[in-house]
Structures are given as structure tokens and as C-alpha cells.
């Protein structure tokens, strides 16, 4: 049996996934004011938690999840396709660097800063996009 090579892209998503695990426990950690009652209910009723913090982790999380599928997508055709490294692995590096300095900068209220670190993400998909159609 022969091992297959690991792409970069594939090694970064997997840290990808090790991130999104991180924000969605620091999101529902954060939420735990809410009460057990709430949390464990199919929660029909719209509550926020009233801390600041946690609303905002619930936000960047909400954020990660709208570029998530595309980075997902892309990891695994560059992959396939077999035109993984080069411009696609930096731009998965780039994409998963901006995510966690983005959750870091979000939690803690950085404006503007962290709207262009969401855009060296957006910049990091954008690579792995040329990547994979040139």
C-alpha cells in the first residue's frame, strides 16, 4: 500500500477545522448566561446573551460560515484537480491566518483593522481561485 502525499491545502483544512471547533466552543461557552434551560430547548425564541463578547464570537462565527463552504471547496479541488501548492496553498495559508486574527481582533471590538484582515481572507480565497482555474 502506498501513502498518499498530503497537500497543503489539505493540512489547512484541517487546522480550518480546528479552528471553526474553537469558535463554536468560545461562542457557546460564552453564551452559558443563558441558562441550561434555554440552551438545551429548540430555541424558538430569539435570545441574546447580554454579554458583549459573546455576541460578538456568535457574529465572527456566523461570518467564518459564509466563506467556509467556498474555502472547503476550494481546498479540495485544488487537491483533486491535482494543481494543489503554488498560489493555492499560500492562499489557504492566507485565508486561515486572516480567520483567527480576524476572530481575535472581532472579539475584542477592533473596527476597521479587523474589516481588512476579513479582506486578506477574501484575498486568500481569491488565490486559491486563480489557483485552481488557471
Known sequence: MT???TSTE??????SVLLLLVQVILQAGSAAELGPAYLFSPRDEQREPANLAARRLKRALDNLLE????????????????KAGGLGATGAW????????????????IPVVRTLVWLVS????ALMLWRLMM
Open 67 to 82: 466563506t467556509y463552504p467556498a474555502f472547503v471547496a476550494l481546498a479540495l479541488a485544488l487537491t483533486i484537480s491535482g
Open 3 to 5: 501513502a498518499l502525499a
Open 10 to 15: 489539505i493540512t489547512v483544512l484541517g487546522w
Open 94 to 109: 492566507l485565508y486561515l491566518g486572516a480567520r483567527v486574527v480576524y476572530v481575535v481582533f472581532y472579539a475584542a471590538g
Open 122 to 125: 477574501v484575498v486568500g480565497l
